[in-house]
């Protein structure tokens, strides 16, 4: 600044000032570290926004599915309700129920793959004067 100083201004100027025509290094400084907050933040808000839909990884097909709707439902509509209900259920581990009843379906299936046809129903007037056969397959206990 070899400019001579206005007569009013102060003789004592901030080492941030800079001459007319210089390059001002704290704006370029400043801008580039706005920037990279900016660009951190963004990132670290995707990676919390995420983060339901990577615990529920280890989980089930349909429950992955159902927190990345929650996830994605919370993103579009800034409601953090969803996100929360997302992380909820990423949390707790839902019941297998189609491992039994897969289970249940198949034995079915094999069931009524070695059953014989069924002998043809007795009249009805010839069933209602004897009495029931006994199978003894099933035991009978008095409590």
């Not at 004592?12 to 951190?40: C, N, Q, S, Y």
């Not at 615990?55 to 969803?82: D, P, S, W």
């Not at 010839?126 to 009978?140: F, G, K, L, N």
Request: negative net charge; proline residues 11%.
């Amino acid at each position: 600044m070899t400019d001579p100083l206005h007569p009013t201004a102060t003789h004592h100027l901030p080492p941030f000032v800079t001459a007319p025509g210089e390059t001002d290094v704290l704006f370029v400084v400043m801008a580039i570290f706005v920037l990279l907050a900016v660009i951190g933040i963004g990132l670290f808000y995707f990676k919390l926004h995420a983060l339901p839909e990577q615990m529920a990884h280890r989980g089930q097909k349909i429950q992955f599915e159902l927190v990345a709707v929650l996830a994605l439902l919370a993103l579009f509509t800034h409601n953090h309700a969803f996100w929360i209900a997302g992380l909820l259920l990423a949390l707790i581990p839902l019941p297998d129920f189609t491992t039994p009843l897969l289970s249940i379906a198949r034995s079915l299936d094999r069931i009524a793959a070695n059953a014989e046809p069924a002998a043809p129903a007795p009249p009805a007037a010839q069933a209602a004067t004897s009495p029931p056969a006994a199978d003894p397959a099933v035991e009978h206990r008095e409590v």
